[in-house]
């Protein structure tokens, strides 16, 4: 389900390509929430491992890339 939408405007107002959605993902390693462009995990989300650990950052086209903590369960 996609819970905000921001569209990237250009300086005239006009509303430009790419858009970047926020919106949760499940798939068999877990759950990610967050932002999301073309389909992938693009821009600032957290992943919840099914095993319990915890990933919340940067993403940059599906993949972690930036800044972000791992948080693993004790």
Same mark, same amino acid.
């Given at each position: 389900?996609i819970?905000?939408?921001l569209l990237l405007?250009?300086?005239n107002?006009n509303k430009?390509?790419?858009?970047?959605?926020?919106?949760?993902i499940k798939?068999?390693? /877990?759950r #990610?929430? =967050?932002?999301?462009?073309? !389909?992938?995990?693009?821009g600032? *989300?957290?992943? +919840? &491992?099914?095993?319990? /650990?915890? #990933?919340? =950052?940067?993403?940059?086209? !599906?993949?972690?890339h930036?800044? *972000?903590?791992? +948080? &693993?369960?004790?």
């Amino acid at each position: 389900s996609i819970f905000s939408e921001l569209l990237l405007t250009s300086i005239n107002g006009n509303k430009s390509s790419p858009r970047i959605l926020s919106e949760s993902i499940k798939d068999q390693r /877990g759950r #990610y929430e =967050g932002q999301t462009q073309d !389909g992938l995990r693009h821009g600032y *989300g957290t992943f +919840y &491992y099914s095993e319990g /650990g915890i #990933y919340t =950052g940067e993403w940059v086209k !599906g993949e972690m890339h930036g800044k *972000g903590a791992i +948080y &693993y369960p004790s």
